[in-house]
Nanobody, 124 residues
Framework: EVQLVESGGGLVQPGGSLRLSCAAS????????MAWFRQAPGKEREGVAT???????SYAESVKGRFAISRDNAKNTLYLQMNSLKVEDTASYYC??????????????????WGQGTQVTVSS
């Protein structure tokens, strides 16, 4: 059974940091592009960051310079380091896997597998 399980979300003050993790099972992540998406209440799911099988990365403009995506294929785990968090970063964060080796576009329809999400709330 394929599973993606996110963890690491929580409540943080503006300017703070969080590190999200996504543990994959049931498939080999080394053959998949992996990404983080987020969805705020009343808004569409949007792409945040993506990493190819060899670790090439791409980011949404809104998070460039603040977020860093990384992956450990040996551990089948994806990470998202989030620094300088803003109130507008508040959302449920989801990891996803796309069956391609290169950089997968940050569009939901490219991704086959999805996690259940972890909530990130940035508030003072």
């Amino acid at each position: 059974e394929v599973q993606l399980v996110e963890s690491g979300g929580g409540l943080v003050q503006p300017g703070g940091s969080l590190r999200l993790s996504c543990a994959a099972s049931g498939f080999t992540t080394s053959s998949y592009a992996m990404a983080w998406f987020r969805q705020a209440p009343g808004k569409e799911r949007e792409g945040v960051a993506t990493a190819s099988t060899i670790g090439r990365t791409s980011y949404a403009e809104s998070v460039k310079g603040r977020f860093a995506i990384s992956r450990d294929n040996a551990k089948n785990t994806l990470y998202l380091q989030m620094n300088s968090l803003k109130v507008e970063d508040t959302a449920s964060y989801y990891c996803a896997a796309a069956s391609m080796g290169g950089i997968a576009p940050l569009r939901t329809y490219y991704y086959t597998y999805w996690g259940q999400g972890t909530q990130v709330t940035v508030s003072s």
